[in-house]
């Protein structure tokens, strides 16, 4: 039988883990940081008919990645709006390109959106870059940054940046001109992480408290 010294602690000793098991654990947010590299097979179609008023094309790049790509992200679709550029040189056509329709001044048209994908992980961002179209090389060549503003799965509310160069063989008939991106992912995503609280630590003293007494009692009984 226990004695009345050591008796009252066993209601003590559940009230505090009783206590315990109802507060909710406080979290601290980390940043997960992922950085890999992509190539992918493209496809590029270019609408000129957009806006030729205002020296305004269309321009859309499928992509697929040569190897697996890291995440399952195995393919993308990039669509952004490009402006003519000045060049100095007459085979050579330079244009700009970005997916917010404001940039060049357009304010009914929609934004647009860049969409990295393959399986549960998707990536989403919106790109600004460049390009030139030479017409004596048949070569479409260009790069830029694609500014990632959220995602799912791993990365559910990524922020970050994914740089590219690409390099096409223009289609002269029309067709969709095909070529290869190299693209560098850079990547943050928050976490949650389980934080110590006061009330966790006045919880833990309670029970080491506790089990020091009992250790005395214990020890008088046998005296």
């Known amino acids: 039988m226990f004695n009345s010294h050591t008796a009252w602690l066993i209601p003590l000793t559940l009230t505090i883990v009783s206590f315990g098991s109802n507060i909710e654990r406080a979290t601290a947010e980390t940043t997960k940081t992922y950085t890999f590299n992509a190539d992918y097979k493209t496809l590029v179609t270019i609408d000129t008919s957009y806006r030729p008023d205002l020296d305004i094309i269309r321009a859309t790049i499928t992509g697929e990645s040569v190897e697996p790509a890291p995440y399952g992200l195995n393919f993308f679709t990039s669509n952004t709006y490009g402006k003519l550029e000045s060049s100095d040189n007459a085979s050579i056509i330079k ?34 870059d460049s390009a030139e179209i030479n017409f004596v090389q048949e070569t479409i060549k ?22 590219f160069t690409e390099e096409d063989k223009l289609n002269l008939s029309g067709s969709p001109s095909e070529g290869l991106a190299k693209l560098t992912f850079t990547l943050q995503t928050p976490q949650s992480v389980p934080e ?22 214990r020890y008088k009984t046998f005296l």
């Open 142 to 163: 260009g790069g830029g940054t694609i500014s990632i503003f959220g995602g799912t799965g791993l990365f559910k509310n990524a922020t970050g940046t994914i740089s």
């Open 196 to 217: 110590p609280t006061a009330t966790t630590t006045l919880i833990g003293m309670g029970l080491i408290g506790a089990g020091l007494i009992l250790k005395r009692c």
């Open 95 to 128: 244009y700009t390109f970005n997916s917010d329709p404001t940039v060049f001044g357009l304010t009914d048209a929609p934004l647009l959106y860049d969409r990295y994908y393959g399986g549960a992980n998707e990536l989403f961002g919106r790109a600004s």
